[in-house]
């Protein structure tokens, strides 16, 4: 069965204190691997896919990488805004998405 | 582009009861797929649709079924609640290639008394 651990469970930051958040996976045959943010009553917003180990991908202040075994999401100098759960998922052969728990990241002003 | 949607966005049933929850998908996109989210179990997966067949199935009890219509838009049934079935319940659409991105909804929070 594919896991998906995320590490830590939550991080406190200063505006500007840039931070990674930790996805670490064992899956059969990674077909993709997904980033989203969820805030509070809402349904996950889409970030970004990376297909295979080495590929990174931005998106203003949030940079995603993948490796064979874990995916780090870098969240350069945070905004109060980006204030959220983010939640890893992965695509195993089997096509099914499993989810992490998430990394609740809250920024203070 | 509107984005997916679903309805009633709040529900509150009793136990024994069964409830249908509906969700319509991003325009164009064939695929939807349904998960329940939890505090203690997170997000898990429930069924994914295409074109109007069951292409994938997680692990949830037969209590819990649904369906896609020709224009591709859901609904998902759960039956004889539980108490535990309180969740907030998300559907995702996507084009309908197979690792393709699913876009999710706002969610049904299903409360069961």
């Known amino acids: 069965e594919d896991q998906v651990t995320q590490s830590p469970e939550a991080l406190r930051l200063q505006e500007g204190e840039s931070s990674s958040l930790n996805c670490s996976y064992t899956v059969s045959g990674l077909r993709g691997l997904f980033w989203y943010r969820q805030d509070p009553g809402k349904g996950p917003e889409f970030l970004f896919t990376l297909y295979s180990a080495g590929e990174e991908k931005e998106k203003e202040r949030l940079k995603a990488t993948l490796t064979k075994k874990e995916s780090f999401l870098h969240i350069t100098a945070p905004k109060p805004e980006d204030s959220a759960t983010y939640l890893c998922?992965?695509?195993?052969?089997?096509?099914?998405?499993?989810f992490g728990a998430g990394t609740t990241v809250t920024v203070r002003a | 582009k509107a984005g997916v949607t679903q309805t009633p966005r709040y529900l509150i049933k009793t136990r024994g009861q069964q409830v249908t929850l509906s969700c319509s998908p991003i325009s164009g996109h064939r695929s939807v797929s349904w998960y329940q989210q939890t505090p203690g179990q997170g997000l898990q997966f429930l069924f994914e649709y295409f074109s109007e067949t069951q292409r994938n199935k997680g692990n949830f009890p037969g209590r819990f079924s649904g369906r896609q219509f020709s224009n591709s838009r859901s609904e998902m049934n759960v039956s004889t609640l539980e108490l535990g079935d309180s969740a907030l319940y998300l559907c995702?659409?996507?084009?309908?290639?197979?690792?393709?991105?699913?876009?999710f909804g706002p969610g049904t929070r299903l409360t069961v008394l």
């Open positions: 995702a659409s996507s084009l309908g290639v197979r690792s393709d991105t699913q876009y």
């Open positions: 998922a992965v695509q195993g052969g089997d096509y099914k998405l499993s």
